[in-house]
């Protein structure tokens, strides 16, 4: 009698991808709490150091214990004649909206690009060599080409993202292909972007006529965004670009394996996702978002190339993207607060005499404790979470 041979053993079926754990619906009013109780003890801290900075509550604090109320009056009169005129100058009108929304503008764009590349647990440093890309592309097509009004926008623009896109890719390659770590590769790419900024403008092709500065021409008026009510079609750009981020990383194929890659990258390799396409497309969206920032200064500004364009925003996109917790929804209200600070600011020091840094003062302290939360429940007495958070990137372990 023949024994019954056993029925192949089934191989085991892959592990399904990582998906994000799923929030409820007030899983967002904690996180909202913190970043309020930060900005307020920023805003509490940058009194202290207000009051400590005018001269008048200085002399009075010599007799303190006699005239207290000398103090206190000068402290508070200092205090609130800064804050009001940070107020004023950054919201006080629609023109002064409107230069706060301009301002705002490149860094929603550029943390964008940074929040996107946290989600696939990545850390882009590299804002600021894209941007250089991105304008410098942008403004050759803009002074130099001689197109239609609407076209010679469109065309600009396709050139700065692909400029932009082109060197986050470059990033995104070598962590994919020769694991170089994105922070290193994005730090010697800002350096090497900005030599090629550089090289061009010692050029013909890049130099103003009849100068010697490092400058180039501007856009042509044909270049332009426009504007609506005294405020460039960047703005809306910049408001378009955080629902196609929210889009595309909520109900996209695309953004599943972002957030899925970002969450476990060894999980999601095992599941069958291409994570080295995931890391390059991911750096390469992020450059785009940047590059869509410099078209903000370039096309929208209508500022010549220089060297220091860029500016901070590359650097700045970072601190607007962890305010923001990496959401759009998040970079948008961060980036809308810096650009107030940055325009109030300096309504502040020509109205009240407050040094402009403060404005930057307060963007630290701001961004110091929403990345201590455990600090900010500390100073509220309040619980902390479920130990749920945006998935950001791994820093030197990824």
């Not at 009108?93 to 940074?114: D, H, K």
């Not at 960047?234 to 670009?241: E, Q, R, T």
């Not at 040094?355 to 509220?380: C, D, H, N, T, Y």
Request: charged share 10%; hydrophobic share 50%.
């Amino acid at each position: 009698m023949s024994t019954p041979t056993p029925a192949p053993e089934k191989e085991a079926a892959p592990p399904p991808p990582p998906e994000p754990p799923a929030k409820s619906g007030r899983t967002w009013v904690p996180t909202l709490v913190e970043t309020i109780v930060s900005i307020v003890a920023a805003l509490v801290i940058g009194a202290l150091l207000i009051a400590l900075s005018d001269q008048d509550t200085l002399e009075s604090a010599s007799y303190l214990f006699s005239y207290p109320g000398d103090f206190f009056s000068n402290a508070w009169h200092a205090i609130s004649s800064s804050y009001s005129s940070l107020v004023r100058g950054s919201i006080g009108s629609w023109e002064r909206i409107s230069t706060t929304l301009e301002r705002s503008a490149p860094m929603i764009c550029a943390g964008l690009g940074v929040s996107l590349a946290f989600r696939a647990g990545l850390f882009n440093i590299g804002a600021t060599g894209q941007m250089t890309l991105g304008f410098l592309c942008a403004g050759y097509v803009g002074f130099t080409f001689d197109l239609p009004p609407v076209l010679h926008m469109l065309v600009a623009l396709v050139a700065g993202l692909v400029g932009g896109a082109l060197w986050g890719a470059i990033a995104g390659l070598l962590k994919a292909k020769a694991g170089a770590h994105e922070v290193i590769s994005t730090i010697m790419l800002n350096y090497l972007a900005a030599s090629i900024l550089l090289f061009a403008l010692s050029k013909d092709a890049f130099q103003r006529p009849n100068s010697d500065n490092t400058l180039s021409p501007p856009v042509h008026d044909s270049a332009t965004f426009g504007s609506v009510a005294g405020t460039h079609l960047g703005v809306i750009l910049a408001l378009v670009a955080a629902f196609g981020v929210w889009w595309l990383l909520e109900r996209s194929t695309l953004g599943f394996e972002l957030r899925a890659v970002g969450a476990n990258p060894e999980a999601s390799r095992t599941a069958g996702m291409d994570v080295a396409k995931v890391f390059t497309m991911g750096m390469l969206l992020a450059g785009l978002l940047a590059g869509l920032a410099s078209t903000m200064l370039v096309l929208g500004d209508q500022s010549s190339l220089s060297p220091t364009l860029a500016g901070t925003i590359g650097f700045d996109a970072i601190t607007v993207a962890l305010l923001g917790r990496a959401t759009p929804l998040g970079t948008v209200l961060a980036g809308l607060l810096f650009g107030a600070l940055s325009v109030g600011g300096v309504a502040m020091q020509a109205s009240a005499g407050t040094p402009k840094e403060l404005a930057s003062v307060l963007q630290a302290l701001i961004v110091l404790f929403v990345a201590a939360p455990a600090l900010v429940r500390g100073l509220i007495r309040m619980r902390g979470g479920s130990g749920e958070s945006t998935v950001m990137a791994k820093g030197w372990g990824g």
